[in-house]
């Protein structure tokens, strides 16, 4: 009789020792879940200023039109220096907070246009220390058949693809004309010069 007695207090203060237990812990999870509604969530603001590219010209748009579709060669192209014959352009990349930025240079050929893409050359030089220099030797148009990962669009021509590092400004100068090895087709033709850019 008396084991019997002993083994159900024993029985009773574990059952106790268990409820005071459980308060316990309903009273330690209700006390988090009120201060977790009562606070306000910290609220982190992260501004990224990246960077940006910017063309730049003198003219009245970013168009270079070849209204005397005459076949030339490379070496009388190259040369050509008359006002309607050239268009020059400036690149300007401010990096701001960026690390770097990729940029691309495009042309692209006027949709009514009769000209064959085999029979347009474009040829680009760039300034250094004031004077323009060759850095896109004389190349057939040649558009692209998907958009690139930067930007630039299906059905023109890049002619640069740079990456900078720190804020700079290019000056460029873009001539074309009408291959002597091709079929002329006597039709003048446009190239509209754009940039597209993105922040890596």
Not at 154 to 161: D, E, F, P, Q
């Amino acid at each position: 009789m008396k084991n019997e007695k002993v083994d159900e207090k024993l029985s009773k203060k574990f059952i106790v020792l268990i409820c005071v237990i459980c308060l316990m812990l309903l009273c330690f999870f209700l006390v988090c879940i009120i201060v977790n509604v009562n606070t306000k969530p910290k609220e982190i603001l992260k501004e990224k200023n990246g960077g940006y590219v910017t063309l730049n010209y003198s003219s009245n748009n970013n168009v270079l039109i070849n209204n005397n579709p005459v076949p030339l060669t490379n070496d009388v192209g190259i040369k050509l220096n008359t006002e309607g014959t050239f268009f020059d352009f400036t690149v300007n990349a401010d990096l701001k907070s960026a690390k770097k930025v990729k940029y691309e240079i495009s042309v692209k050929k006027s949709n009514d246009s009769q000209v064959s893409d085999n029979d347009i050359i474009v040829y680009l030089e760039k300034e250094d220390s004031g004077m323009y220099n060759s850095f896109l030797k004389p190349t057939k148009y040649k558009p692209l058949k998907s958009d690139s990962n930067v930007g630039t669009k299906k059905g023109t021509m890049i002619l640069v693809s740079d990456v900078v590092t720190k804020s700079r400004a290019d000056n460029y100068r873009l001539r074309t004309w009408i291959s002597n090895t091709g079929s002329n087709t006597n039709s003048s033709y446009s190239l509209e010069v754009n940039v597209k850019a993105v922040v890596m």
